[in-house]
Structure formats: C-alpha cells, structure tokens
C-alpha cells in the first residue's frame, strides 16, 4: 500500500467512529424523550382531573348553599313601597325565619282619591305616593276639571299646600321614577262652608255609632257573665227551678178544687134533680 492510502485509513476510521457516536447520543436522546412523554400526559391528565373534580366540589358546595326564601308582603296596596326578605332554612340559631334583606315593592299604580295630611279652614296639604328618599322621584301636579284636559301646574315636589276657593278644586299627583309612572292619586279639596258641614255632621254620626257599640259591648258582657254564672252554679240554679215548678203545682190544686166546685154551684137544681131521679131509676131497675 502506498503512504498516501495509509494516511487515508485512520481518517476515514475517526469520521466513521465519529457518526456512530452521533448517531447513539441522538438515539439515546429520542428513547430519554419517549420514556419522558408519558409521564408528562399522565402529569397533565392529573391536572385536568383536579380541576374537574374541583369545579364538581364547587357545584355541590354551591348546590348545597342554595337557601330558601320567602318575600313578605307589600307596605302598599298601591304605589311604591318596600318589603321583607326572609331567609326560611339555614337562620342562626334556632329561628325559623330570618330577616336577610329588605327590597322595593310595586302594587298596582293607581292609588284612587286619598285624604290630605293637615287640612285647615283656609288651606290643605295634600302629598304624593313616594317612599324615601323623596328627591330621586320626580312629581307631575294635574289640576282636574270636568269635561277638560288637566291643567298641568309647576309644582314638582311631593307635597303641596292649596288655598281653598269657592268651588270644590280637584288634584292629581303621578310619581315617576326614571320616567316611568309608579303611582298616581287624587284629591278632592272642599270649600270652607262644605268643610264646616262635613265637619258638624260628622260628630252627631259618631256620637251615634259609639253610643250604639257602647251599649252592644255591655249587652254582650252582660249576657257573657250570666252565662258563666249559670254554669258554676248549675246545681243551685236547678234546684231553685225545681221549687219553683213545685211550687206552681201546690198553687194549682187548690185553684183546681175550687174550679170544679164553683162548677158544681153553678148548676141548677133542675139538672141536679134529674141527674137524681136518673139515679133512682137505674137502682129500681
């Protein structure tokens, strides 16, 4: 062999040795990555279980926390105004209804005709359908007449004071909240002299009417404690019943007597002789 053939071998063994070591190191590494995988999809398939069963616990937590609740009834009867929440399952202690909460209410939007809340011979005030705060509503005042539209005034707060005129006036207030009409009323304001009527005749009707329920009461009690003292005392009050029937027969008997012989004096002789001589014909026979 020539030298340069000699030189060629020991270069060619080195490049070979050099792929073969490559080529185990990447053969190695691809195994390292293989046996790794699968504990990196059972590390995440964990992770996911976790997190549903986590999200599960919070369902049931979340399930199990629900309450049961019950809405108490509306302050009005018409309007706005405000109710009870009350917690019927899970109260502290040993309360069987709790108070949680306390929430706005809607009954039905119109209030019909209501009453002013002072009235003087001069003047009255009269007041709209709101609950507190009284700013956050907004109140439109309609002065009503007949076979009219409203007259709308520029009052637009909650209350109003009127001077009576000569006539019967009538009012109407709406309350709005964010522009949407949540109750409505009206009122009738009299005149001075149509007050003073209203105001004569209504003492002599409940003069009346006290005195009527007045004596209705006593009646009532009266009989209440006659009946009571009927029933304690039964035994007195029958025995007391029974001598005054006794004694009803005793007085009886003689009048009885004494009837059948005013009776027998009142006959004639006539008829007592010829009942006699009825007598002796039936002996002779």
Request: proline share 4%; hydrophobic share 40%.
């Amino acid at each position: 062999m020539s030298a340069g053939g000699a030189a060629c071998c020991p270069r060619l063994l080195l490049t070979l040795g050099w792929l073969l070591l490559v080529g185990l190191r990447a053969a190695c590494g691809a195994n390292d990555a293989t046996v790794q995988h699968p504990g990196l999809v059972r590390e995440g398939a964990g992770a996911d279980q976790a997190q549903d069963e986590g999200e599960t616990q919070s369902f049931i937590s979340n399930t199990t926390a629900v309450k049961e609740v019950e809405f108490g009834m509306c302050t009005v009867t018409c309007g706005i105004g405000i109710r009870e929440v009350m917690l019927t399952n899970g109260c502290p202690g040993d309360e069987s209804k709790c108070i949680i909460r306390v929430e706005e209410c809607r009954a039905p939007v119109d209030c019909g005709w209501g009453k002013p809340i002072s009235e003087s011979l001069d003047s009255v005030r009269l007041a709209c359908s709101h609950t507190s705060p009284i700013n956050r509503f907004k109140y439109v005042w309609k002065l009503l007449k007949p076979d009219q539209q409203p007259i709308i005034l520029s009052h637009d707060s909650a209350i109003i004071e009127v001077t009576r005129d000569i006539h019967p006036l009538a009012f109407q207030c709406d309350t709005f909240d964010n522009n949407e009409i949540v109750a409505s009323i009206k009122f009738t304001v009299y005149t001075t002299s149509e007050l003073q009527v209203r105001r004569s005749s209504r003492p002599e009707t409940d003069a009346v009417l006290v005195f009527v329920l007045t004596i209705g009461v006593i009646m009532c009690i009266f009989v209440i404690f006659i009946l009571i003292f009927i029933i304690i005392n039964w035994v007195a009050v029958k025995a007391f019943w029974e001598t005054k029937a006794s004694t009803t027969d005793i007085q009886s008997e003689p009048n009885l007597v004494k009837y059948k012989y005013t009776t027998s004096l009142d006959q004639s002789p006539t008829e007592i002789r010829g009942r006699e001589d009825g007598a002796l014909g039936e002996w002779n026979e």
